[in-house]
């Protein structure tokens, strides 16, 4: 697409899989980076930002790899502005239906001075990288980092010099989180109208939301003329994050009256796609959040809920089968089959093989016998349980736990290490420290508990507790979930979880590299 074709219709570049796992602790699997891949194609996702080739082995595989697999979807590597990134960004990419190398350098002043270039070496690497990016691919993107911070002629200047030098797209990013709407949409009109070349590319916006603005700041670019707005499902994405894909597209569905353009994203597979990236990231979506947060489309006031009956339009903008939504209610039993299971899952918006399925199924079982009262939430919930079972170095067999108020919490655990049973008796202030104590008795680490957080799944004594463990070893922060009717249990899970994805991340980066770490000294 070029900005003189389809005038109203908006990309959508997701990147939950490069900019969305750099939250700390967001790490996700190979798998679980090719399933969101293939998720964000199917919904109808423009291009899918991939990963950042250069930054670990385990960046170049998962973004080869989704480069061969992506069926609809541009599929798009970052690369800094150094010849060996880009060429490592396209031999990932380059296998791909549709390739893109996107490249970027800071360009404010507090940017320029890390690779301590001045305003004329900068624009040097800058023509020598967007070329060398175009001579490979012929679809390049570049983006002037901390855009929104830089000097309005050098900014000026550099856009321009990426142009000629063959850039397709021209990002332009709130790195900080910085700019506000009426500010967004008047930076990208005066570029488009002032910069030479300007009507020949896509313009983009790539928002971050420290001062709770993104969406309404990438919504705003897109009225100054962007085309192409640079997002995340959940808004996933380094300190506060990224505008959330999920919020852009529904804005521009439901409000299509004042702003008339479209994106080509399926919203009724929003729903499951917010719900997996929550899983596997360990981040999970916050109740009140825009479009997919658990009370999105809850009602407790009574005259709420009285003009609810009368007509759902009095007090919803957008229907929840909308975004993949179906109403939370009491559907399965014990004695309900496989079929009606997958039959379900189906209306939840969950897609699952034979296999995935037959361990579903053992566990809803299991389940059942538990609890008087099985929802839709809970079935959710085991979705994501069954994800733990990737990559799983340790895992949990048995525990028991004695306590009260007769003295210290004694844990008594068996598991298993790379195959091998080992078990360990410990004592902790309360079942869940002294269950700590005994899984770092037969795995020794030195990772710090940096979060232990308990939700519930339902209500009543006997719903599932979803429990969140985040664990920081050497500049490396993962997170590990788990869900359970006992609590103690689901918290063992999950601090078993969050250990298994630090064996992954350490396997990734190698001894006290982490992939942010990363940085100027080491481009040429």
């Given at each position: 697409?070029?900005?003189?074709?389809?005038?109203?219709?908006?990309?959508?570049?997701?990147?939950?899989?490069?900019?969305?796992?750099?939250?700390?602790?967001?790490?996700?699997?190979?798998?679980?980076?090719?399933?969101?891949?293939?998720?964000?194609?199917?919904?109808?996702?423009?291009?899918?930002?991939?990963?950042?080739?250069?930054?670990?082995?385990?960046?170049?595989?998962?973004?080869?790899?989704?480069?061969?697999?992506?069926?609809?979807?541009?599929?798009?590597?970052?690369?800094?502005?150094?010849?060996?990134?880009?060429?490592?960004?396209?031999?990932?990419?380059?296998?791909?239906?549709?390739?893109?190398?996107?490249?970027?350098?800071?360009?404010?002043?507090?940017?320029?001075?890390?690779?301590?270039?001045?305003?004329?070496?900068?624009?040097?690497?800058?023509?020598?990288?967007?070329?060398?990016?175009?001579?490979?691919?012929?679809?390049?993107?570049?983006?002037?980092?901390?855009?929104?911070?830089?000097?309005?002629?050098?900014?000026?200047?550099?856009?321009?010099?990426?142009?000629?030098?063959?850039?397709?797209?021209?990002?332009?990013?709130?790195?900080?989180?910085?700019?506000?709407?009426?500010?967004?949409?008047?930076?990208?009109?005066?570029?488009?109208?002032?910069?030479?070349?300007?009507?020949?590319?896509?313009?983009?916006?790539?928002?971050?939301?420290?001062?709770?603005?993104?969406?309404?700041?990438?919504?705003?670019?897109?009225?100054?003329?962007?085309?192409?707005?640079?997002?995340?499902?959940?808004?996933?994405?380094?300190?506060?994050?990224?505008?959330?894909?999920?919020?852009?597209?529904?804005?521009?569905?439901?409000?299509?009256?004042?702003?008339?353009?479209?994106?080509?994203?399926?919203?009724?597979?929003?729903?499951n796609i917010s719900r997996r990236v929550a899983t596997v990231s360990g981040?999970?979506?916050?109740?009140?959040?825009?479009?997919?947060?658990?009370?999105?489309?809850?009602?407790?006031?009574?005259?709420?809920?009285?003009?609810?009956?009368?007509?759902?339009?009095?007090?919803?903008?957008?229907?929840?089968?909308?975004?993949?939504?179906?109403?939370?209610?009491?559907?399965?039993?014990?004695?309900?089959?496989?079929?009606?299971?997958?039959?379900?899952?189906?209306?939840?918006?969950?897609?699952?093989?034979?296999?995935?399925?037959?361990?579903?199924?053992?566990?809803?079982?299991?389940?059942?016998?538990?609890?008087?009262?099985?929802?839709?939430?809970?079935?959710?919930?085991?979705?994501?349980?069954?994800?733990?079972?990737?990559?799983?170095?340790?895992?949990?067999?048995?525990?028991?736990?004695?306590?009260?108020?007769?003295?210290?919490?004694?844990?008594?655990?068996?598991?298993?290490?790379?195959?091998?049973?080992?078990?360990?008796?410990?004592?902790?202030?309360?079942?869940?420290?002294?269950?700590?104590?005994?899984?770092?008795?037969?795995?020794?680490?030195?990772?710090?508990?940096?979060?232990?957080?308990?939700?519930?799944?339902?209500?009543?004594?006997?719903?599932?507790?979803t429990v969140t463990v985040r664990l920081e070893e050497d500049g490396r922060?993962?997170?590990?979930?788990?869900?359970?009717?006992?609590?103690?249990?689901?918290?063992?899970?999950?601090?078993?979880?969050?250990?298994?994805?630090?064996?992954?991340?350490?396997?990734?980066?190698?001894?006290?590299?982490?992939?942010?770490?990363i940085n100027w000294k080491d481009v040429s």
């Amino acid at each position: 697409m070029t900005a003189s074709s389809e005038k109203d219709r908006v990309l959508i570049f997701d990147t939950t899989l490069r900019d969305g796992e750099q939250s700390p602790g967001a790490t996700m699997t190979h798998t679980e980076k090719l399933e969101i891949a293939g998720l964000l194609d199917e919904m109808g996702v423009d291009i899918i930002e991939a990963g950042f080739p250069i930054a670990s082995e385990g960046d170049f595989k998962a973004v080869s790899e989704i480069a061969r697999n992506a069926q609809n979807a541009v599929i798009c590597g970052l690369a800094r502005a150094s010849f060996t990134d880009i060429d490592r960004c396209w031999d990932a990419v380059r296998h791909a239906r549709r390739p893109r190398i996107h490249t970027f350098i800071g360009t404010s002043p507090l940017h320029r001075a890390i690779p301590n270039l001045t305003m004329d070496e900068m624009a040097d690497r800058i023509h020598e990288t967007v070329s060398h990016a175009r001579n490979l691919c012929d679809n390049v993107q570049w983006s002037p980092m901390d855009a929104t911070r830089t000097e309005w002629d050098y900014l000026c200047r550099v856009v321009e010099i990426a142009i000629r030098a063959g850039a397709t797209t021209i990002n332009i990013p709130d790195t900080v989180g910085y700019t506000a709407p009426a500010e967004s949409a008047d930076l990208i009109r005066r570029l488009i109208a002032e910069v030479p070349g300007a009507g020949d590319v896509v313009f983009a916006t790539h928002c971050h939301n420290d001062l709770g603005m993104a969406t309404a700041n990438a919504l705003a670019a897109v009225a100054g003329g962007a085309r192409q707005i640079e997002c995340t499902i959940n808004g996933l994405g380094e300190r506060a994050g990224n505008t959330a894909l999920e919020e852009v597209v529904m804005a521009l569905k439901v409000r299509h009256d004042i702003m008339p353009w479209k994106t080509g994203v399926d919203a009724s597979k929003i729903m499951n796609i917010s719900r997996r990236v929550a899983t596997v990231s360990g981040f999970p979506v916050q109740f009140n959040k825009a479009i997919v947060g658990k009370n999105a489309f809850a009602h407790e006031s009574g005259i709420h809920q009285d003009g609810m009956l009368k007509n759902p339009e009095n007090f919803e903008i957008m229907r929840p089968e909308d975004v993949g939504l179906t109403e939370s209610n009491l559907v399965m039993g014990k004695h309900s089959g496989r079929a009606a299971l997958r039959d379900k899952l189906r209306q939840l918006g969950f897609e699952v093989g034979d296999n995935h399925l037959k361990d579903l199924f053992v566990r809803y079982k299991e389940l059942a016998d538990r609890k008087k009262e099985v929802y839709d939430d809970d079935l959710v919930a085991l979705v994501g349980a069954t994800s733990e079972a990737e990559n799983e170095h340790l895992q949990l067999v048995s525990l028991k736990v004695v306590c009260g108020t007769g003295g210290p919490a004694e844990a008594m655990l068996e598991m298993e290490v790379e195959g091998r049973e080992a078990s360990a008796t410990e004592q902790g202030d309360g079942p869940v420290d002294a269950s700590f104590k005994a899984v770092r008795a037969i795995y020794p680490n030195n990772a710090r508990l940096q979060l232990y957080q308990v939700s519930a799944v339902t209500e009543g004594t006997d719903a599932q507790a979803t429990v969140t463990v985040r664990l920081e070893e050497d500049g490396r922060i993962v997170t590990g979930t788990s869900a359970d009717t006992d609590t103690v249990v689901a918290s063992a899970r999950a601090y078993i979880h969050a250990l298994n994805r630090l064996i992954v991340r350490r396997a990734k980066t190698g001894p006290g590299e982490d992939r942010r770490e990363i940085n100027w000294k080491d481009v040429s």
